[in-house]
């Protein structure tokens, strides 16, 4: 599997096109059925997706090869006891079919088979629409009550490989984890706090830590304020910028994320003070929003 699309829930379509479109830079691929599907321009798929009706996440979805791949993934899931949907015809841009994965977390997956569609990001294809755009969608974080217990599900049940841990002390539990599909250091990452299937963040890629400050600097020409960052994670060692949405959802704009080719390699984990680990170059921590999710 490899992470394909997110679509996110906003309270007005209109106000939430004009931020992702005209300030983030994304460019609208289709509009349909009530949703907004837009991409970063350097390939033809949709990277985000964005529903009127209150706020967070949809559903993250991965893609695998092919139609035979994708009910061979479902049986392998339903087998293992992990509520899924049947397989049926999707109305997204690019999707040929899929079916829906239902977390215990409350979040919802969807794994998918595409139309044929193909193309990869490629910077000479840039479509000049999206010239302030990122490259393409790095991952999501999901909030969830039990970190723990929520990488075993996706490590047990869905076939997810485990990157870093974050447990400051050994008797304290889990407050983050970073989990993937391929080789990107995290597709899936898990944030400890309040469950019901709340979103902390959804991510994209820019081309290094200098992008990251150009997004910067345009999020301030547009007169919007960062909420945390420029920094460097520890874990998976990428640069960041955090930005809210008009409604509150968090984006957080990343470059220099690293890989780990080895689907075997072990976890590492991270003890000590958590504004060491989140902010590398100042140890400074995060603010106290970043508790909160949609």
Request: aromatic share 10%; with cysteine; net charge negative.
């Amino acid at each position: 599997m490899s992470l394909d699309h997110a679509v996110i829930r906003v309270r007005d379509l209109e106000t939430a096109l004009h931020w992702y479109r005209d300030i983030l830079g994304l460019m609208v691929i289709e509009e349909r059925d009530g949703t907004v599907y837009l991409g970063c321009g350097c390939d033809p798929h949709f990277d985000l997706g964005l529903v009127a009706g209150g706020v967070g996440l949809d559903h993250a979805a991965f893609a695998v090869a092919d139609h035979a791949a994708l009910v061979a993934a479902r049986e392998r899931f339903a087998g293992r006891g992990v509520r899924c949907s049947e397989i049926e015809q999707r109305g997204e841009p690019g999707i040929a079919s899929a079916f829906r994965v239902f977390l215990p977390t409350g979040h919802t997956f969807e794994v998918v088979a595409r139309d044929g569609t193909t193309g990869y990001p490629h910077p000479t294809k840039w479509h000049a629409a999206a010239a302030h755009a990122p490259i393409d969608l790095s991952h999501v974080t999901l909030m969830v009550e039990d970190v723990q217990a929520a990488v075993e599900f996706l490590r047990d049940q869905l076939d997810f490989a485990v990157s870093d841990i974050v447990q400051p002390t050994p008797e304290s539990p889990w407050v983050f984890a970073f989990t993937r599909v391929g080789e990107n250091h995290h597709d899936v990452a898990l944030a400890l706090g309040d469950g019901g299937g709340k979103l902390h963040h959804v991510a994209f890629q820019v081309n290094g830590v200098g992008e990251v400050v150009h997004f910067a600097d345009r999020l301030g020409r547009f007169g919007w304020k960062i909420e945390a960052g420029v920094g460097r994670h520890g874990p998976g060692g990428n640069t960041f910028l955090y930005v809210r949405d008009p409604f509150g959802n968090r984006v957080e704009i990343t470059a220099d994320v690293a890989r780990v080719p080895n689907r075997w390699e072990p976890p590492k984990v991270w003890t000590g003070d958590l504004s060491a680990i989140f902010n590398v170059w100042t140890e400074e921590p995060p603010p106290a929003s970043f508790a909160e999710g949609t």
